[in-house]
C-alpha cells in the first residue's frame, strides 16, 4: 500500500523485545514515532537508537510514545539494546519491534510486496527500511521522512517537527521555516482577518497570504 499524510496508519500485532503489542493499543491517546533500521549491530543505525534513547525526557515532556523497527529477530534486540546503551550512556526504554517477516516494513510502504530476506543478507537489502514516522492520537500519519544508511538521521529535528506538528494541531495555526518554539507562526489563509484577530490579537500582514502573529499561549 502506499501511505500518505494524514491516511491512518496501519495496525498490526508483533513481538518486540518487551513483549507483544496491537500498535493502535500501543498508541492510546498519545502521539507516536515509529522509525525503522535495515538491520541490528549496525554503526550508523546504534548512535541513532542512542540519540532517542537520550531524548527519553524530551519525548514523555510532549506525551510521545517512542518504538523502533528492525527486521532482526527479539534475541538480537535484546543484545543490540546493550550497545545502544553503551553509545547513549543511559537505558533504551523503548521498546524495539522484531518484523522479520517485513510485514510491518510493506504496510508501512518501505519495501515492494516482493521483498525477502535472502541467505547471507546484508543491510542493503532492506536499506530502503530507514524511515521516520509521526503519528497524531487520532493514529493518522502526520510526517514522514526517509534516510540513506550512510546518513545518521537528525532527531533534534524529529523532536522540532514534532512540536511544529503538536502546535499546529493544538492552535489551528502553521509555522514557518525553521520555526523553533517561542517564534510567530502563520496564520492560516482560510481565516479572514476579522476572525484573524479575534482569535489571535495583533498579527503582521507580510503578504496578502502571509499572516504572522506570536505563538497562542
Not at 122 to 144: C, E, W, Y
Not at 210 to 217: E, V
Given at each position: 500500500?502506499?501511505?500518505?499524510?494524514?491516511?491512518?496508519?496501519?495496525?498490526?500485532?508483533?513481538?518486540?523485545?518487551?513483549?507483544?503489542?496491537?500498535?493502535?493499543?500501543?498508541?492510546?491517546?498519545?502521539?507516536?514515532?515509529?522509525?525503522?533500521?535495515?538491520?541490528?549491530?549496525?554503526?550508523?543505525?546504534?548512535?541513532?537508537?542512542?540519540?532517542?534513547?537520550?531524548?527519553?525526557?524530551?519525548?514523555?515532556?510532549?506525551?510521545?510514545?517512542?518504538?523502533?523497527?528492525?527486521?532482526?529477530?527479539?534475541?538480537?534486540?535484546?543484545?543490540?539494546?546493550?550497545?545502544?546503551?553503551?553509545?547513549?550512556?543511559?537505558?533504551?526504554?523503548?521498546?524495539?519491534i522484531a518484523d522479520t517477516d517485513l510485514a510491518i516494513s510493506k504496510a508501512f510502504d518501505?519495501?515492494?510486496?516482493?521483498?525477502?530476506?535472502?541467505?547471507?543478507?546484508?543491510?542493503?537489502?532492506?536499506?530502503?527500511?530507514?524511515?521516520?514516522?509521526?503519528?497524531?492520537?487520532?493514529?493518522?500519519?502526520?510526517?514522514?521522512?526517509?534516510?540513506?544508511?550512510?546518513?545518521?538521521?537528525?532527531f533534534a529535528e524529529v523532536l522540532r517537527a514534532l512540536d511544529g506538528l503538536q502546535t499546529?494541531?493544538?492552535?489551528?495555526?502553521?509555522?514557518?521555516?525553521?520555526?523553533?518554539?517561542?517564534?510567530?507562526?502563520?496564520?492560516?489563509?482560510?481565516?479572514?482577518?476579522?476572525?484573524?484577530k479575534a482569535k489571535f490579537g495583533e498579527f503582521t500582514t507580510v503578504l496578502p497570504y502571509?499572516?504572522?502573529?506570536?505563538?497562542?499561549?
Open positions: 500500500m502506499s501511505l500518505r499524510i494524514n491516511d491512518t496508519v496501519p495496525d498490526f500485532t508483533a513481538s518486540t523485545d518487551q513483549g507483544d503489542i496491537s500498535f493502535h493499543d500501543w498508541i492510546g491517546d498519545s502521539w507516536a514515532i515509529l522509525f525503522s533500521h535495515p538491520k541490528d549491530f549496525t554503526p550508523v543505525c546504534t548512535t541513532e537508537f542512542g540519540a532517542v534513547a537520550q531524548l527519553a525526557d524530551e519525548w514523555k515532556a510532549r506525551g510521545t510514545k517512542v518504538i523502533g523497527v528492525s527486521v532482526d529477530g527479539v534475541e538480537d534486540h535484546k543484545k543490540w539494546k546493550g550497545d545502544i546503551e553503551k553509545v547513549a550512556g543511559q537505558a533504551a526504554g523503548f521498546p524495539i518501505m519495501l515492494p510486496s516482493e521483498a525477502y530476506l535472502p541467505d547471507g543478507r546484508t543491510p542493503n537489502d532492506t536499506a530502503t527500511v530507514r524511515a521516520v514516522f509521526i503519528i497524531g492520537p487520532d493514529k493518522k500519519l502526520k510526517l514522514s521522512m526517509t534516510y540513506p544508511m550512510n546518513v545518521g538521521r537528525n499546529a494541531a493544538k492552535h489551528t495555526v502553521a509555522t514557518p521555516a525553521n520555526w523553533q518554539v517561542g517564534s510567530d507562526v502563520i496564520i492560516p489563509a482560510t481565516v479572514s482577518d476579522e476572525d484573524a502571509l499572516r504572522t502573529t506570536k505563538t497562542p499561549s
